[in-house]
């Protein structure tokens, strides 16, 4: 059975920092591009960065780009999101999410999904 364990939200001021994980088990981890979305109260589901099979490449959604960093592990099967000077908006239930397709940005291409884990940003 797959499972995607989020851990490491929390509270925290704005402009601080939070990381993220993603422990992944029942699949084969280097096989899958692997994605960080998040929803806010109210919103849809967005997309925030992925990473592909073999680390090499990433994308960002504009908003987080310069603040955020996502990063895998493969011998840890697991994944990561360093977030940097956070804002109040970015309060959000994030998930992680795994996809055997390249790199894609949209929440419909990814197989496997996370239970998400909360984060609080405090003005």
Do not use: H
């Amino acid at each position: 059975q797959v499972q995607l364990v989020e851990s490491g939200g929390g509270l925290v001021q704005a402009g601080g920092s939070l990381r993220l994980s993603c422990a992944a088990s029942g699949l084969t981890f280097k096989s899958y591009t692997m994605g960080w979305f998040r929803q806010a109260p109210g919103n849809e589901r967005e997309f925030v960065a992925v990473i592909s099979r073999d680390n090499g490449n990433t994308y960002y959604a504009d908003s987080v780009k310069g603040r955020f960093t996502i990063s895998r592990d493969t011998a840890k099967n697991t994944m990561y999101l360093q977030m940097n000077s956070l804002r109040p908006e970015e309060t959000a239930v994030y998930y992680c999410a795994a996809s055997y397709l390249s790199m894609p940005s949209q929440e419909y291409a990814y197989t496997y999904w996370g239970q998400g884990t909360q984060v609080t940003v405090s003005s």
